[in-house]
């Protein structure tokens, strides 16, 4: 049985060719697109169709990609299973240079019911975390802009370090599970670990803007070395 992987990077913007090589060197199909970190995305511009000779699809993101790899796996049926590296259990705004917000995503023509950001938080720290206007947004989080996780119909493979400084993942992480009930789902999480895990084979992740992303090079990999063996699990079933 083959099995496609689409794999999603995150607000960075630079593709994860390094965990593409690796997956490829695995015998999987492995497509890693660009896709522009913007506004109101549409979903339906992934190019899952190229990978439609496999017998089975997963979607594979980091953050953004993430978010993006959830929403695909409950809305377009020809996913199969979803691995989340520091993943969102909500749809989250996009901030427009005139100050408005809009959706990050649409689909089917229509943007998706987001979390809007609290525009009176302000970071305390240098470089910023947002792991704080991330909880301080979701207090009026509307209830349609939770990603229908438990519409996604294989297995959810989450990876979230403890240490998070970004957003917090092992807190949406634990939603995600808790909302898709006794559906196949499995978290992989180390205290220490920050924002980008490192499978092994990797080198760390440098792009992106200016912000505190969390733990250390030593717990981001022990992260990426549990993560890597449930991957393949995931895979292989």
């Known amino acids: 049985m083959s099995t496609g992987v689409l794999l999603l990077h995150g607000s960075s913007g630079a593709p994860d060719l390094d965990r593409a090589r690796l997956l490829e060197a695995e015998g999987y199909d492995v497509l890693v697109p660009r896709w522009p970190v913007t506004h109101e995305v549409p979903l339906e511009s992934f190019p899952l169709a190229e990978l439609a000779g496999n017998d089975r699809l997963v979607v594979m993101g980091s953050s953004w990609g993430a978010e993006a790899a959830l929403l695909l796996g409950a809305l377009d049926e020809r996913v199969d299973s979803v691995v989340a590296f520091a993943p969102s259990a909500y749809v989250w705004a996009r901030s427009l240079e005139d100050g408005s917000q809009r959706s990050a995503w649409t689909w ?9 950001f609290d525009l009176d938080w302000k970071s305390e720290e240098d470089p910023p975390s947002y792991t704080g206007m991330y909880r301080q947004s979701l207090r009026a989080a509307p209830e349609q802009a939770r990603i229908p996780v438990e519409r996604i119909r294989g297995e959810v493979l989450l990876v979230a370090g403890g240490d998070d400084k970004v957003w917090p993942s092992v807190e949406f992480a634990a939603e995600i599970e808790r909302r898709r009930g006794d559906r196949p789902t499995r978290t992989v999480t180390v205290a220490a670990a920050g924002h980008r895990a490192v499978l092994p084979g990797e080198e760390p992740k440098t792009a992106g803007q200016r912000m505190a992303r969390g733990g250390t090079e030593a717990a981001d990999r022990e992260l990426g070395a549990h ?3 449930e991957i393949l699990q995931l895979l292989a079933d």
């Not at 089917?108 to 809007?116: D, S, T």
């Open 227 to 229: 993560a890597w063996s």
């Open 108 to 116: 089917q023509g229509e943007p998706l019911p987001f979390v809007p």
